[in-house]
């Protein structure tokens, strides 16, 4: 079942929605389920790490199911520490066919002597640039901390609506501060997790979203958590069909480059492109401008990526200072109460990085409209 995961992934598709559909087919045991997860997850992150644990002792090329067996078995050796008999046997028996012989003598080898990547992208198995861009952005020891910490799993926090999200996620809600009886729009709202829990702070919470599909899962989300106080709004969130200054609080939670999320989604880092941070700025600041137009006097907007990148983080707060300066920059918590997310000034905002507890990396900026004082 992690072999033909893996090879659907290779073909294009997401993790997240490969794995679940296989393991709805069948009747495995839960250990079963959580193992295969591991699998598929850990060797998707890891492929490139354990490609150059493999190569060197390849002659030629392989095909797609070979490939997908030998980092199957690689990642048992390497990193689950799976005795060398179990780990080739059981390899060899799912790969089958014509390479057993290739795939059993190739494992052993490993499992005696495996080489070590040198290089920092292929040892933390990342695209090169990924590497580069946030070595230049957070400096070598943050990004090299922040690439490993996103190879491991992820930790989630499953709230009283019994609604599971990660814990940085839950931190924004908190920084956007909705008390009851205010109206707040969660611009790009899908699937949830951020517009439910405002809704359970009693204001009442507009939820935007684009896509048809995901406002479906948004209004599952919505039945599931029993939010009541929430409406789901098919619309783009730069062209909001909302009237300007009507609202007390906007969240732009924005699409991103998603490069402090990578730990949730392992396949994420080998389909995101190097120009993908400067496309998605250019949105970010449509969002922002619309989000702006539609905010009260004295109300408040948050911004909010699950990046690291400077350019969606500080970037866009030198943008919003430059072509917004009546928004006035507000302090952000640095820690909630029985929360293990610390966040620290970046900016005129607050970052958290994914070396904290298991979290997401998350950027947040919380601004407020002092441009419209009553007189």
Known sequence: MAIEALLRIDAGGYANLVVPALLDRCRLADADRRFVTELVYGVTRLRRALDASIDPFLVRDVDARTRAGLRLGTYQLVVLATPPHAAVSSTVEAVGGRSKGLVNAVLRRIATSPPVPTDDASRLSYPDWIVDRLVADLGRDRATAAL?????????????????????????????GATAGEVVVDVCAAPGGKATALAGSGCSVVAVELHPGRARLLERNRRATGAQRLAVVRADGRSLPLAAGSVDRVL?????????????????????????????????????????RILRPGGTLVYSVCTLTATETLGIDR????????????????????????????????????????????????LRDVGHRAT
């Open 252 to 292: 732009v939670d924005a699409p991103c480059s998603g490069l402090g999320s990578l730990r949730r989604r392992p396949d994420a880092r080998w389909r995101v492109d190097d120009a993908a941070p400067e496309r998605l700025a250019t949105l970010q600041r449509d969002l922002l401008a619309q989000a702006r």
């Open 319 to 366: 943008w919003l200072s430059d072509t917004m300066p009546d928004l006035e920059a507000q302090p952000t918590m640095r820690r909630l109460d029985g929360s293990a997310v610390v966040w620290e000034p970046w900016g005129r905002g607050a970052l958290v990085l994914p070396t904290v507890e298991g979290s997401d990396g998350m950027f947040v900026l919380v």
């Open 148 to 176: 490993e910490a996103m190879n491991g799993r992820a930790v989630t926090h499953m709230r009283d609506d019994g609604y599971v999200q990660d814990p940085a996620s839950l931190a924004v809600v908190a920084q956007v």
